[in-house]
């Protein structure tokens, strides 16, 4: 039986639903304003999920035909212009923390379990996310924001939570990550963490098998109950997520 210590947070998908009307609608102002044709639409949206990292995910839809071939640096010019519009879209307050996101992030810091998070999101990006949604008292609660391009191979390599443990001291042995997607999740189990899944719509047919719990969000006492897709350590009282329940994980 091991202690739990520390949780890694993912962030878009699983802090905040980023994907959809934040970084999506970024890229497309960004595309327009250099007078791209390329728009992309949700449901297309959705397939380039299939890749981490916006800059990687311009290539991938520039290899399969949906946006004409540009080098490098003008992939990583539309990219820099897209974290700015994506930092103004989280400025002006359009996405909101899904729900028992803060309740477990404060159940955690209260309990004195070290907070990091493991994204493949621009550094920028992600502190516009926490100063606007979460509030600036989690620069310093949580004790690592490992992001981007920090490390060379984004996620479903385990490099980022690799990277995460390795600067807090920490190991996966006393650690659970919460995610959103099936490449997040791979990425947390390849570093041998256990996961619990969070879905959303972009993510909820992705396959999760050997994911420690999924559910349809971390949940409120106050509200309906969770979803449990699935819940193989056999949890009891799955109303809503509580650390607790992140405990049993372990044992
Ligand atoms: C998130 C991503 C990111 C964002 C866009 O994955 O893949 O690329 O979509 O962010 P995860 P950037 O939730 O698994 O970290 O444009 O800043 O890369
Ligand atoms: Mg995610």
């Not at 477990?104 to 550094?123: F, R």
Request: charged share 25%; with cysteine; proline share 4%.
């Amino acid at each position: 039986m091991s202690e739990l210590k520390c949780l890694l947070w993912d962030v878009d998908g699983t802090l905040a639903d980023t994907e959809r009307d934040g970084h999506r609608v970024a890229f497309n102002m960004a595309f327009a304003e250099a007078g791209h044709e390329r728009e992309w639409d949700v449901p297309t949206y959705g397939e380039l999920l299939a890749v981490t990292g916006g800059k990687e995910r311009i290539r991938f839809d520039i290899d399969r035909g949906g946006m004409h071939e540009m080098p490098y640096e003008e992939i990583a010019g539309l990219h820099a212009r897209k974290t700015a519009h994506y930092e103004s879209l989280i400025a002006e307050g359009r996405i909101p923390l899904r729900p028992g996101v803060r309740r477990l992030l404060e159940e955690a810091w209260a309990a004195g379990i070290t907070l990091g998070v493991a994204t493949t999101t621009t550094p920028s990006a992600l502190d516009a996310l926490i100063e606007h949604s979460l509030g600036k008292e989690w620069f310093d609660r949580f004790a690592v924001l490992a992001a981007g391009d920090i490390v060379p191979a984004k996620k479903p390599a385990p490099d980022i939570y690799n990277y995460a443990l390795d600067k807090l001291g920490m190991s996966a042995a006393n650690t659970v990550a919460l995610e959103d997607s099936e490449n997040g999740w791979k990425a947390a189990n390849a570093a041998g963490i256990k996961c619990v899944v969070t879905v959303n719509d972009y993510t909820c047919d992705h396959d999760f098998g050997g994911a420690d719990l999924v559910v349809s969000e971390f949940g409120e006492a106050d509200r309906d109950a969770v979803e449990v897709l699935d819940n193989p350590h056999k949890l009891g009282e799955l109303h809503h997520v509580t650390l607790a329940h992140l405990k049993q994980l372990l044992v």
